[in-house]
């Protein structure tokens, strides 16, 4: 009797389910990337009404901090639970649902009262967030077709992108004729919520081939236990220094311009656009380089490279603060494709926890951050900030103890 494997009912054979994951599936990536671009669009509104409400609810620098810290902190803890969930029991319109939970949040964010009501309203945001991240990367690396990290980097393009129209908007629409008018950005989630829909039935389609088994069991984990927990390590504590620089940047650049430089809101929005617009290009470098090259030098080149800049930057004047915000956005954003790829390969089959695990340390991070430095800025002054932000890159140095992972892609 010849050996062959046998399939369930229902089951396409293992050859092909592999060919179907062979192949890039370009129009899943781009739904995903565009509903990821529509999702933090809206998620960048809350930073960018900050010195509206700051104004309006006379808040101090920390209660700023804390309204990050609760969206940050709703956006980060469920995710690795969503994540380890999914991964055994995936759910194809989780995505749409929580979208709905993020059309929640922003229409009670434009009508907010007070600073409570404020924070409620952000976390139905994060909460959205924590449902959205974990399986629109699983599904981006189903779609991927092999090539992982490319696949990521669309997927998070799309979300640093909307980063960076977000405050755009913010000046153009809410700043000039006030909060209410975030209710307008609901449509967004609607239109979010269609396409995640569609999105939803092709991978309930997936699933039913069981092509998401092969997508997310194609590597073989050969390093020791204590190793890969040490790389895990590595490769969070590497996640905080970008987060905490990045939460400086996010939530306090623009007080940083206005008070430094004396510039407007509208105008200092117009700053924040430019570096998170820089943001974007650096996510869509990261992925591809990652594949080609290796993960690990990408991660190294992102953190490390980008201290010279950052150490530049307190002591710039307005022109050249807002030229050093692009390599330092394009350089750091480099990075979280390669790290969250990377951890994927140490730890196989578990991309949704490690998703979740990593999206939702990010996020915490960045609420953290912002809290301390808000609580920092309040004791002292948002430049002295910057300059103590300015050395958190140098933590890039423990790149080095990375062990060498992964296959490129050529």
Request: one cysteine or more; a positive charge; aromatic letters at 12%.
């Amino acid at each position: 009797m010849n050996e062959q494997q046998v399939n369930s009912p229902g089951e396409i054979p293992t050859e092909a389910a592999k060919n179907i994951t062979n192949q890039t599936v370009f129009p899943i990536l781009f739904a995903i990337s565009f509903s990821h671009l529509l999702n933090d669009t809206i998620q960048s509104l809350i930073p960018a009404i900050y010195p509206i409400v700051k104004d309006s609810f006379s808040l101090t620098f920390a209660q700023i901090g804390l309204i990050t810290l609760t969206f940050q902190m709703s956006a980060s803890l469920f995710q690795p639970f969503v994540g380890l969930y999914t991964d055994r029991k995936p759910q194809p319109y989780s995505l749409a649902v929580g979208m709905g939970f993020t059309l929640i949040g922003l229409l009670l964010l434009s009508q907010a009262p007070n600073f409570a009501m404020l924070v409620v309203s952000v976390a139905f945001v994060g909460i959205g967030s924590s449902i959205f991240h974990p399986e629109a990367s699983r599904m981006a690396s189903m779609a991927s077709g092999g090539r992982r990290g490319m696949a990521q980097s669309v997927f998070q393009v799309g979300g640093n992108a909307g980063s960076s129209i977000g405050p755009l908007l913010a000046a153009l629409i809410i700043v000039p004729y006030g909060q209410s008018n975030i209710i307008w950005f609901s449509l967004l989630a609607l239109l979010a919520i269609l396409i995640l829909v569609n999105v939803g039935g092709w991978y309930k389609l997936k699933i039913k081939t069981r092509a998401h088994k092969a997508a997310v069991s194609h590597a073989v984990q050969t390093l020791p236990r204590r190793k890969i927990i040490l790389s895990v390590v590595i490769l969070l504590v590497l996640i905080f220094s970008k987060y905490f620089y990045l939460a400086s940047m996010s939530s306090y650049y623009t007080f940083y311009m206005m008070h430094k430089f004396g510039v407007s809101v509208q105008s200092s929005q117009v700053y924040l656009f430019i570096f998170l617009f820089s943001v974007a290009a650096g996510t869509l470098i990261g992925g591809p380089l990652g594949d080609k090259f290796g993960r690990k030098y990408v991660i190294w080149g992102s953190i490390l490279g980008v201290a010279p800049f950052t150490l530049m930057l307190p002591h710039a004047n307005l022109f050249w603060t807002a030229v050093l915000t692009v390599p330092i956005g394009v350089i750091l954003a480099s990075a979280f494709s390669a790290i969250l790829v990377y951890a994927q390969e140490l730890i196989p089959g578990k991309v949704g926890m490690i998703s979740g695990l990593f999206f939702g340390f990010a996020f915490g991070m960045g609420g953290v951050g912002s809290a301390l430095l808000g609580a920092l800025a309040d004791r002292t002054s948002i430049e002295y900030v910057y300059s103590i932000c300015a050395f958190l890159p140098l933590i890039g140095l423990i790149t080095g103890f990375l062990p060498d992972i992964g296959k490129k892609v050529s």
